[in-house]
């Protein structure tokens, strides 16, 4: 069963403006969350964290926001390069229960448009 | 630091060979993660190691696979009489601590035909 979703599977956005990217789960036991960036070729690459104790940590132009009664996190990516364009992974894990097992979504493809 | 490297790139075999891929973390790093990843898919978890030591494999993992990481540096997953739904990316990652960001290599695509 897919216990993280992301069920955009594309989004597109012109240059400059607001990309977010949304990711769901279903077990409320998770309590750590990770956004990655992969291009093509590529292994995917650390984006941003955040800890269930937050509800929202900010990086520079990325921005996650978790809201944990909807067991719902984004991304939001202000403003959006086209250097963003890239596949999304959201992940997530429980470190009591699923210990060091981390459980990807699906992805978003995100292209910005010059 | 050159990063995550995982060698072969690719692999192409025939169903019933066995494979063998290797990967070698970023060198301070002593937990190393081994995923499978298939189109339209995000990565799933097959087996973690904490130095060399083994800690966690994924229900899902057949016992066909077998991954070492004799002492806990590089690692190996090696595939037994492999099946054409074992055709996917094989990624490795590696982290310095618990829990920490992990960073992935370029991973190995296999074709089983």
């Known amino acids: 069963d897919q216990q993280v979703k992301q069920n955009s599977p594309s989004l597109s956005v012109q240059e400059g403006r607001i990309s977010i990217l949304n990711c769901d789960y279903t077990?409320?036991?998770?309590?750590?969350f990770l956004w990655y960036k992969k291009y093509p070729a590529e292994g995917p690459t650390f984006l941003i964290s955040?800890?269930?104790?937050?509800d929202k940590n900010e990086d520079g132009r990325f921005t996650v926001f978790l809201n944990k009664s909807a067991k719902h996190l984004s991304l939001h990516i202000v403003p959006s390069q086209p250097g963003d364009s890239a596949v999304y992974f959201c992940?997530?894990?429980?470190?009591?229960?699923?210990?060091?097992?981390?459980?990807f979504g699906t992805g978003t493809s995100l292209t910005v448009i010059p | 630091d050159t990063g995550v490297s995982q060698n072969p790139r690719h692999k192409i075999t025939k169903r019933g060979q066995n494979v063998t891929f290797r990967c070698d973390p970023i060198?301070?790093?002593?937990?190393l993660y081994w995923y499978r990843q298939t189109l339209g898919q995000g990565p799933e978890f097959l087996t973690y190691?904490?130095?060399?030591?083994?800690?966690?494999k994924s229900r899902l993992l057949s016992d066909r696979f077998s991954a070492e990481r004799p002492k806990g540096s590089f690692s190996t997953l090696e595939i037994q009489r492999t099946e054409q739904g074992d055709s996917a990316m094989y990624l490795c990652?590696?982290?310095?601590?618990?829990?920490?960001?992990?960073?992935f290599g370029p991973g190995t695509r296999l074709t089983v035909t």
């Open positions: 990652a590696s982290s310095d601590r618990e829990r920490g960001e992990q960073y």
């Open positions: 077990n409320s036991m998770f309590d750590y």
């Open positions: 955040i800890s269930s104790i937050k």
């Open positions: 992940a997530a894990s429980n470190w009591g229960v699923t210990g060091n097992q981390f459980y």
């Open positions: 060198s301070e790093h002593n937990r």
């Open positions: 190691f904490q130095n060399e030591a083994q800690l966690e």
